[in-house]
């Protein structure tokens, strides 16, 4: 079936360093790939989404890249802060699947002072 | 826009007991989403609504779990009997058709 794997599950940096987070998906057909923010305690948040017809897309200190041919894609934060520190989640989903989103199992980043 | 709201935000029932939680979706969301997150794991996907209508129920885990939206408004995920390994967190979701999520906050259910 569907799934996406994510890697690494915990992620240690120190404030100002870069942070990479990597995702793998199974269905070629996906090709809706969000990332969402989930701090203690609250609800997951849509950080940044990319779509299969883009390569790369950025935000500020965020970017996704996308290899559709390699079924990959990465989470990018450049100058990290503490207040980056949090557990992200990457997700996939098809078209016709009515935005039915396969996640990843998170990574827990810790950004230190 | 008022948020995406789940009640309760925990509960904690024995083994055997009932229990029912609720998700009020955005207002005019037609896609109301149910997920799951065992601790430490992936956020799995339970159940999508279209409106009132069960789109996808496929990741339901058994018969133990129903789902309903009355009306297409606010829906309900009742769980009975619980058991130990239905521990988690809940998550609610909605979203126009072709948008992105707004997550609820969750609930944690401890079944103990």
């Known amino acids: 079936g569907e799934n996406v794997e994510q890697h690494p599950s915990t992620l240690s940096v120190q404030e100002g360093d870069s942070a990479v987070i990597k995702c793998t998906y199974s269905?070629?057909?996906?090709?809706?790939f969000p990332w969402y923010k989930q701090e203690l305690g609250k609800r997951p948040q849509l950080i940044i989404d990319i779509r299969s017809n883009v390569g790369e897309k950025k935000d500020q200190r965020i970017a996704v890249t996308l290899n559709k041919t390699a079924k990959h894609f990465s989470l990018h934060i450049t100058e990290t802060q503490p207040e980056d520190s949090a557990v992200y989640f990457c997700a996939a989903s098809k078209p016709g699947g009515y935005n039915k989103l396969i996640f990843g199992a998170g990574t827990r980043l810790a950004v230190h002072p | 826009e008022a948020g995406v709201t789940q009640f309760p935000s925990h509960s904690v029932i024995e083994k055997g007991q009932t229990v029912t939680l609720r998700c009020d979706p955005i207002?005019?969301?037609?896609?109301l989403y149910w997920y799951r997150r065992v601790m430490g794991k992936e956020i799995k996907f339970l159940l999508h609504?279209?409106?009132?209508?069960?789109?996808?129920e496929s990741g339901m885990p058994n018969n133990r779990f129903l789902a309903e939206r009355t009306g297409g408004t606010y829906s309900t995920l009742k769980v009975q009997p619980a058991e130990l390994e239905d521990s988690g967190v809940y998550f609610c979701?909605?979203?126009?058709?072709?948008?992105?999520?707004?997550f609820g906050s969750g609930t944690r259910l401890t079944v103990v």
């Open positions: 269905d070629s057909a996906s090709n809706y």
């Open positions: 207002s005019g969301h037609d896609n």
């Open positions: 979701a909605s979203s126009r058709q072709g948008d992105g999520y707004t």
């Open positions: 609504f279209v409106k009132e209508s069960k789109q996808d």
